[in-house]
């Protein structure tokens, strides 16, 4: 998986600070078919959510915050696949939110797909949304990576986000590769491995 591509003009934004969540995260919570995320370090998000719903607490904006799981339970019925690789457990409020959306859990009427893969070498941090969209940088999904706390909490994180289809195509071959556990056979790190993908 060691490379280094040739040099040629591509389009990208650079983002900094809350240009996470509103870049990255908000394309994510937009997607049509396919959610694909790499995260050395996985936590529960809260978004904001415009609906007024009773009982959610407000954010400073005046929205409303909901967990980014819920966004994903509602992806999946609308048939969007969800795929996350992270590097270690995800924290326990992710978990407990986990287990509270139904659709998420193995055949529950969705039309789509979510799956977690666990591999400890992953310190890859990329998002890419419908296979359009490519996020590359150094947040992990975590509120302070992508903007989601206020000023004085975030992280110092810069990103760049592209819409080019061969960075796209580079980018997923990449996530496609550790996901389907190509490295695992010559991985020194294979008896660590809780599960190895391969």
Not at 15 to 31: C, D, I, K, P, T
Not at 68 to 77: A, G, I, S
Not at 177 to 190: S, V
């Amino acid at each position: 998986m060691d490379f280094i591509r040739v040099s040629r003009p591509v389009s990208l934004a650079l983002l900094g600070g809350r240009g996470h969540y509103e870049a990255v995260v908000q394309a994510v919570m937009n997607a049509e078919r396919s959610v694909w995320i790499a995260t050395a370090n996985l936590k529960e998000l809260m978004v904001e959510d415009p609906r007024a719903r009773p009982g959610r607490r407000r954010t400073a904006r005046g929205g409303e915050y909901r967990s980014v799981l819920e966004v994903f339970d509602e992806l999946v019925v609308a048939g969007v696949e969800i795929r996350i690789l992270h590097a270690c457990t995800p924290s326990r409020p992710f978990r407990e939110e986990l287990r509270r959306c139904a659709h998420l859990q193995a055949g529950k009427g969705r039309r789509g797909s979510f799956e977690l893969r666990l591999c400890p070498r992953v310190h890859v941090k990329t998002v890419i949304v419908d296979g359009a969209l490519a996020y590359l940088g150094s947040a992990n999904w975590t509120g302070a990576g992508l903007g989601a706390k206020g000023e004085g909490r975030r992280n110092f994180e810069l990103g760049l986000l592209s819409r080019d289809d061969l960075l796209l195509d580079e980018v997923q071959a990449f996530f496609d590769a550790i996901w389907r556990g190509q490295p695992c056979a010559g991985c020194k790190l294979r008896d660590e491995c809780p599960q190895p993908l391969g």
